[in-house]
């Protein structure tokens, strides 16, 4: 039998921080709709702000938005498949096309 695939956690996490800056509101502010775990893992890797508290959004914070030094956010390449850039901070409507 065939072993399970192996979940990885940091495409996981590229694809919700992705997600996240596309569905930005005018006040910089992303519906948290997504895993908790995931969620966490932002957090704890400094890309949203805290997750656990009364509002229904998170905050992207500078290291987790683009800019200059944050220009894209890749996908971790595997040995068979080559990275993929998910979005820019110049183009967010052909950026959705890529998610879908």
């Not at 949203?48 to 290291?63: F, M, Q």
């Not at 938005?65 to 998910?86: D, E, I, L, W």
């Amino acid at each position: 039998m065939d072993s399970p695939m192996e979940i990885d956690k940091d495409r996981i996490d590229e694809t919700v921080l992705a997600l996240l800056y596309l569905t930005l509101d005018g006040d910089g502010r992303a519906w948290k709709g997504f895993d908790w775990k995931v969620l966490d893992r932002l957090h704890e890797k400094g890309f949203i702000g805290d997750p656990v508290n009364k509002a229904k959004s998170v905050r992207l914070t500078d290291e987790g938005s683009p800019g200059p030094k944050n220009s894209s956010v890749r996908c971790s390449a595997s040995a068979n498949k080559p990275s993929r850039t998910f979005f820019s901070s110049s183009n967010r409507k052909n950026t959705l096309a890529l998610l879908l």
